[in-house]
């Protein structure tokens, strides 16, 4: 290969995958909604991230600091966490 670098991005089955109980896993919660052509920036707001991709639009609430879903392999899915992160950026574009 050409490439120097390859990267195998296996997510939470990394773990299981290579059999390293080493590997930490760091959990996060994405939101995603129907993709919206028009929005062509991202934010981060409230510890939310907001992100427009050619897929759909992607919120994550990326908490307080950098330990934020460290060592937390829940693969079930939260829906509070979610609708949290929605609304955080929602609020930016309600009328005063």
Not at 15 to 35: N, T, Y
Request: aromatic share 12%; proline share 6%; no cysteine.
């Amino acid at each position: 290969m050409r490439e120097k670098t390859l990267i195998n991005a296996t997510g939470y089955g990394a773990r299981a995958l290579f059999g390293d109980a080493s590997i930490v896993p760091v959990r996060g919660q994405l939101a995603r909604v129907i993709p919206q052509p028009e929005m062509n920036y991202g934010l981060f707001y409230r510890g939310v991230s907001f992100i427009p991709r050619r897929d759909g639009l992607v919120f994550q609430v990326v908490g307080d600091d950098d330990y934020y879903g460290f060592n937390d392999d829940t693969a079930l899915p939260d829906r509070a966490e979610a609708e949290l992160a929605v609304n955080t950026i929602a609020g930016l574009y309600q009328p005063a």
